[in-house]
């Protein structure tokens, strides 16, 4: 609540000044520079007086600071729990560099063909050694190969594939479920 001699900050604008008279939720001010305004109470903030605040500076205790600052804190990962079972997923990067010493006279589409056809060999592999899950790193781009790749994983029956672990990957990879029968 204001009273009467607070001293006040207009929110939003550069306004100082103290309060002359408090009337319902409009306050009356005199500014630093002697002109007299009129403004609601939520339009204003309460200001310490400088001298109170050396007070309240002085009653800080320098012994606890200072112990803080010595005292390293220990810092915090939230880290990944992992089943000791599970077998990190084979990865296979689709990117054109990491398939051909040199792309040098190869269109688009030849691109396209070699990564998709790579991406159906990796698939026919799992699938023949039983491997249960693959993570293919195609980039975010356009997302041609993305969709290539979700059309061609699509054809498979058993396959189950969803954009792969964000933090590890961003949104350039998908994650490869094999549902396989036990034999």
């Known amino acids: 609540?204001?009273?009467k001699g607070d001293k006040v900050s207009v929110l939003d604008e550069a306004i100082n000044g103290t309060v002359v008279s408090v009337?319902?939720?409009?306050?009356?001010?005199?500014?630093?520079d002697g002109f007299v305004m009129t403004f609601f109470v939520n339009e204003l903030l309460?200001?310490?007086?400088?001298s109170n605040?050396?007070?309240?500076?002085?009653?800080?205790?320098?012994?606890?600071?200072?112990?803080?600052k010595e005292e390293p804190k220990a810092r915090s990962f939230v880290k990944e729990k992992k089943d000791k079972r599970e077998i990190a997923a084979p990865e296979f990067d689709l990117h054109i560099e990491k398939l051909v010493p040199n792309k040098r006279g190869m269109s688009n589409y030849d691109i396209l063909t070699l990564q998709t056809e790579t991406a159906k060999r990796h698939?026919?592999?799992?699938?023949?050694?039983?491997?249960p899950k693959i993570v293919f790193i195609h980039g975010v781009g356009e997302g041609i190969?993305?969709?290539?790749l979700d059309f061609l994983l699509g054809r498979y029956d058993g396959i189950d594939f969803q954009d792969a672990n964000y933090?590890?990957?961003?949104?350039?990879?998908?994650?490869v479920y094999f549902r396989q029968n036990n034999k």
């Not at 009337?23 to 630093?32: A, D, P, S």
């Not at 933090?167 to 994650?175: D, H, R």
């Open 53 to 68: 605040l050396m007070n309240s500076i002085k009653r800080i205790d320098l012994d606890a600071v200072s112990k803080e």
């Open 23 to 32: 009337k319902n939720n409009e306050v009356l001010i005199e500014t630093e």
């Open 167 to 175: 933090q590890k990957y961003g949104l350039g990879a998908t994650e």
């Open 46 to 50: 309460k200001i310490q007086d400088s």
């Open 1 to 3: 609540m204001l009273t």
């Open 123 to 131: 698939i026919e592999f799992a699938i023949r050694n039983r491997i």
């Open 145 to 148: 190969l993305k969709a290539e």
